[in-house]
């Protein structure tokens, strides 16, 4: 009978694995002078080079010759599909008016929503395109998509099969969000619970029908939905299997986070504004804290997320670019661990852990991708570096030497 290692497709020797594992001691989980097997798109096993007998081995070799090995990048809060750009919005802000302000005079997300809805699905699909393959490029091998610029049925719709169309183009899993609730479309001004019901009864139930997306996003915020609001579309897509993710406390304290706690959220996200009540429940909830240093760099916000409180009640904190036109037009992942670590305060390891281990959380798959363990799906990448802190300490000098998505070696 052949041994684990015999039954292995491709096998990588002569790697420095940083697994990322927390079964495994240290910050990056790492095994220096290591081996790891694939079969069928799936880690088979890991173990150092000592233990290996070469000469049994029947797989194709791979060496690494000393690079270090680690998970795929997981950008687990992106809303890369849209229409136009805002860049007089970014002029307007450098001038002195606020994100809220810009967005009650009808600009923010409502530009964004005419712009999208105009656009046809091919359209949409084509703009996108080049903002993922920038992702793609510098390492991410799972993107989170939400819709959220279309606000009618017809476009909510339309925009989540462009961001499902992408998976098929690029070597990239896509996982899809159901965002209609990110702001209230200027045909329901004055009766947003009638929009509300719309999203429950008659949007939610097609979208699943259609297995359109894996989880439900809600804007919680003074100037989108009330908690209350919130609560009738949370209730409504447990009802319905799906995910729930927030957007919560990032202009102010409206209490999403410890609603989205108590309906077990995989994530809530932004959190300047968290509180330590909200942070208790996180933890007790297994919800991931998911920080977008992006958006606070972009808007130029001055209060933090409470990152010392969250790192003491070992709350798992996920790092995204939150890719959209208004608030944080970055496509770039490792600029995002480089901002966590400098604007945020996070180590270069607790930055690696946001993009991969605690993103898949936030998407649900925490069993599925983000470590490099035996069961867990082969996305990974070959670094030509010295250390795994010159991830977030470096932004732009490299790129990965090599992707591998599901086992397969993908040239990008
Ligand atoms: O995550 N906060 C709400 N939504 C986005 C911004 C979207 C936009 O401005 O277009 C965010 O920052
Ligand atoms: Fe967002």
Not at 20 to 31: A, C, F, H, K, T
Not at 188 to 213: H, W
Request: aromatic share 6%.
């Amino acid at each position: 009978m052949l041994n684990i290692w015999q039954q292995c497709e491709r096998i990588w020797i002569n790697a420095r694995l940083a697994t990322m594992d927390p079964q495994i001691p240290g910050p990056y989980g790492i095994l220096e002078q290591g081996a790891i097997g694939i079969r069928k798109g799936r880690i088979q096993a890991l173990t150092p080079m000592a233990q290996l007998d070469l000469d049994a081995l029947p797989a194709q070799l791979s060496d690494a010759q000393g690079g270090w090995l680690t998970p795929g990048l997981i950008d687990s809060h992106t809303h890369l599909v849209y229409g136009g750009q805002r860049s007089a919005e970014f002029t307007q802000r450098l001038a002195g008016e606020s994100y809220a302000e810009i967005a009650r005079a009808g600009g923010g997300i409502l530009a964004t929503v005419a712009a999208t809805r105009a656009l046809s699905q091919q359209q949409l699909t084509d703009l996108a395109r080049p903002r993922l393959a920038a992702l793609v490029a510098e390492g991410v091998t799972t993107v989170e998509i939400k819709s959220g610029y279309g606000l009618s049925i017809a476009d909510e719709l339309k925009m989540l099969r462009a961001a499902r169309s992408l998976g098929d183009e690029l070597p990239v899993r896509i996982r899809t969000t159901l965002l209609a609730a990110h702001a209230i479309p200027p045909e329901y001004r004055s009766e947003s619970d009638a929009y509300v019901a719309l999203i429950c009864d008659e949007l939610l139930p097609q979208v699943v029908a259609e297995g359109l997306a894996e989880a439900m996003d809600v804007f919680c915020e003074e100037i989108a939905f009330s908690p209350a609001q919130t609560e009738r579309l949370l209730e409504a897509a447990k009802m319905h299997g799906l995910g729930i993710k927030l957007h919560a406390e990032q202009l102010s304290n409206s209490g999403a986070s410890l609603l989205g706690a108590s309906y077990g959220a995989w994530s809530v996200d932004h959190l300047e504004h968290l509180d330590a009540a909200a942070i208790a429940a996180l933890k007790q909830a297994g919800t991931v804290a998911t920080l977008l240093p992006g958006a606070f760099y972009f808007l130029h916000e001055t209060r933090l997320p409470p990152i010392e409180r969250l790192r003491e009640q070992q709350v798992q904190m996920a790092l995204a670019t939150d890719l959209n036109p208004g608030s944080s037009p970055l496509a770039s992942l490792r600029l995002m661990m480089n901002m966590g670590c400098v604007l945020f305060g996070l180590s270069p390891a607790e930055a690696l852990a946001g993009v991969t281990r605690h993103a898949a959380c936030a998407l649900g798959l925490g069993d599925q991708i983000g470590i490099l363990a035996p069961g867990y799906r082969a996305d990974m990448l070959l670094w030509d570096i010295d250390h795994p802190d010159q991830l977030a300490a470096e932004v732009g000098t490299f790129a990965p030497h090599q992707r591998i998505f599901g086992g397969e070696i993908c040239h990008v």
